[in-house]
């Protein structure tokens, strides 16, 4: 049928079909009863209702969302997104997936306005879903998002509110990092990187009893801490020492297992002595602006003491009546 016979039909100008045919406008919601009986079909399935059609259009932005992580093509991927928002407006994971999609190409947009619209756009997006989701995983995701969209927008103080909301402590702590600024946000970041420091050599050390993980961790902390000054840390190291002392042992280097033993020595006077400590203060420039409150111990028992206690073991009988090895059990701590 030409335009101007369908025209005919409906007493319209064939301009106004031409414009139906190229995208430009669309019918009056009043013809739609009109063409339908004409081609003998639906409403529904001018409008691509039926449910075979949405069920196939849903699975095809499905599959564009369950895959977009692994496209680069980001300007594309925020297209798909805006349709999949358009069609079905109130399917949160679609509108989660457009947010997201809206605050990577706006770190494509070399115009600053472009950029700011970009990111307002995301934080509004996830806002809604943060608004409408019943979903626990969905609305993690959310808030994550909205947090980064305000805080790249210079938004902090509401990007810093939705963080506060995050019931996680320690999901809180990563978002506060987007959030605070100058000298609170270095020693936000320095108390952070401190306790995962501790955590990490924790797993490295006993998840894996080598001379490798004992290396690795005197490594690790000689670099966080360049000037010796390792407060707490030493009962890191002299554990460390033991457990490498054990590895030698395993080889029979005693002279080896000596020396890692008395370096445990040295760690346990000194974590004897910051126990005595009511602050704890680092000097290192990783960890400058961290200062906790430390309670003292009104315990008799020493890190000297647990030392020695840890020499009772057997792996150490070979070198017991060595006289370096009996220097190591006198319990006298000089401050």
């Avoid at 934080?123 to 947090?147: E, F, M, P, Q, R």
């Avoid at 080889?251 to 346990?268: G, I, N, S, W």
């Avoid at 400058?288 to 028992?301: C, N």
């Avoid at 792996?315 to 401050?335: G, H, N, T, Y």
Wanted: proline letters at 2%; one cysteine or more.
């Amino acid at each position: 049928m030409t335009q101007e016979k369908l025209a005919e039909l409906l007493s319209i100008s064939p301009q106004a079909v031409s414009r139906w045919e190229t995208d430009v406008a669309m019918p009056d919601i009043s013809l739609l009863p009109p063409l339908a009986n004409l081609f003998g079909v639906t409403t529904d399935r001018l409008l691509g209702m039926e449910t075979y059609q949405k069920d196939l259009r849903k699975a095809e932005f499905d599959e564009a969302f369950y895959r977009y992580w692994e496209h680069d093509d980001k300007e594309k991927n925020y297209k798909i997104a805006l349709r999949a928002v358009t069609e079905y407006p109130g399917n949160m994971e679609y509108v989660e997936w457009l947010a997201s999609a809206e605050y990577y190409v706006a770190h494509l947009k070399a115009d600053n306005k472009e950029y700011e619209k970009l990111l307002e756009s995301s934080a509004k997006h996830y806002k809604l879903v943060l608004d409408n989701t019943k979903d626990s995983k969905l609305y993690g995701k959310a808030l994550y998002g909205i947090v980064l969209a305000l805080s790249c927008n210079q938004k902090k103080a509401e990007a810093k509110e939705y963080a506060m909301s995050e019931e996680d402590e320690r999901k809180r702590d990563d978002l506060l990092c987007w959030c605070l600024e100058g000298e609170e946000k270095e020693k936000h970041c320095q108390g952070l990187t401190n306790t995962k420091l501790g955590e990490f050599l924790f797993q490295l050390r006993f998840r894996q009893s080598s001379i490798e993980a004992c290396e690795a961790v005197e490594k690790i902390l000689n670099i966080m801490f360049p000037d010796g000054n390792f407060q707490y840390y030493h009962n890191t190291l002299q554990y460390n020492c033991i457990s490498k002392a054990h590895c030698f042992c395993r080889t029979e280097q005693y002279d080896r297992v000596l020396e890692e033993l008395k370096k445990a020595r040295y760690h346990a006077e000194e974590m004897t002595k910051i126990n005595r400590q009511k602050i704890i203060k680092f000097t290192s420039p990783f960890f400058s602006l961290v200062e906790l409150e430390h309670t003292v111990t009104d315990s008799d028992v020493t890190d000297v003491d647990e030392f020695i206690g840890c020499l009772n073991n057997s792996s150490f009988d070979p070198i017991r009546e060595r006289e370096e090895f009996k220097a190591l059990l006198v319990r006298q701590v000089v401050f």
